[in-house]
């Protein structure tokens, strides 16, 4: 008779479990990526602000427009920020007075592609927010 003090799988070790079918391959240094890459969207007005333009933003305005509750400042921090994770990029227009435009890189607009079914389970989801 078996030890009920054993786990059954002898491959198991004490306080681990099997990793859920296709997340065994995961290694230490994926998940290191994985949970920067999640940090880097997961700050607070970061996924905000790259759905804004996914859906369109091009100048600071239409950023505030399509993002109630930041302020300039926040909103000018996380533009650098994801300026400087390559996911938007800023472009310099030399008129008079001088024009400065946001647009999502291809590597953000992956990232928002890969998020997009998140954003459909966060709408049928939504009375989880309450």
């Given at each position: ?23 065994e ?20 007005w ?67 592609r ?11 989801n ?5």
């Amino acid at each position: 008779m078996a030890d009920p003090r054993q786990p059954e799988d002898s491959t198991a070790t004490a306080g681990q479990s099997r990793p859920e079918a296709g997340y065994e391959h995961i290694d230490d240094d994926v998940c290191r990526s994985f949970q920067r890459s999640v940090e880097t969207v997961g700050k607070k007005w970061s996924a905000a602000v790259l759905l804004a333009a996914m859906r369109g933003a091009r100048r600071f305005v239409d950023y505030r427009a399509r993002i109630p509750g930041i302020s300039n400042h926040l909103l000018s921090q996380r533009l650098r920020e994801l300026e400087g994770h390559r996911l938007i990029e800023r472009l310099v227009v030399p008129t008079t007075p001088v024009q400065i435009t946001y647009r999502p890189t291809e590597q953000g607009a992956s990232l928002m592609r890969v998020l997009h079914p998140l954003i459909e389970w966060s709408a049928k989801n939504e009375d989880l927010d309450t």
